[in-house]
Nanobody
Framework: QVQLRESGGGLVQAGGSLRLSCVAS????????MGWYRQAPGLQRELVAS???????YCADSVKGRCTISRDNAKNTVSLEMDRLKFEDTAEYLC????????WGRGTRVTVSS
């Protein structure tokens, strides 16, 4: 099994930046992809960013140009840096790790003031 622990959420003004971190524990050798989804009120869950164990990264169109995802395999950590935050970025951000199944963190809330 894999356990995920997120941190870094909070309140930030529009135009600011935030860094979210997710630490995996347990059977981390089984993990291939890791990344972040977000769930905003009234909207469907959206894939924000992902990264493979080999370092290939992806950011969704909604955050492209404002998104940096990175991974430290030695520390079993994936981080998401978001810059020039918008009110529309307000959501609960959920870390995931893909192995034989999808594993999920509990989520960390990001609130962007308009």
């Amino acid at each position: 099994q894999v356990q995920l622990r997120e941190s870094g959420g909070g309140l930030v003004q529009a135009g600011g930046s935030l860094r979210l971190s997710c630490v995996a524990s347990g059977n981390t050798d089984s993990i291939d992809d890791m990344g972040w989804y977000r769930q905003a009120p009234g909207l469907q869950r959206e894939l924000v960013a992902s990264t493979t164990s080999g370092g290939i990264t992806y950011c969704a169109d909604s955050v492209k140009g404002r998104c940096t995802i990175s991974r430290d395999n030695a520390k079993n950590t994936v981080s998401l840096e978001m810059d020039r935050l918008k009110f529309e970025d307000t959501a609960e951000y959920l870390c995931y790790a893909h192995s034989d199944v999808m594993y999920w963190g509990r989520g960390t809330r990001v609130t962007v003031s308009s």
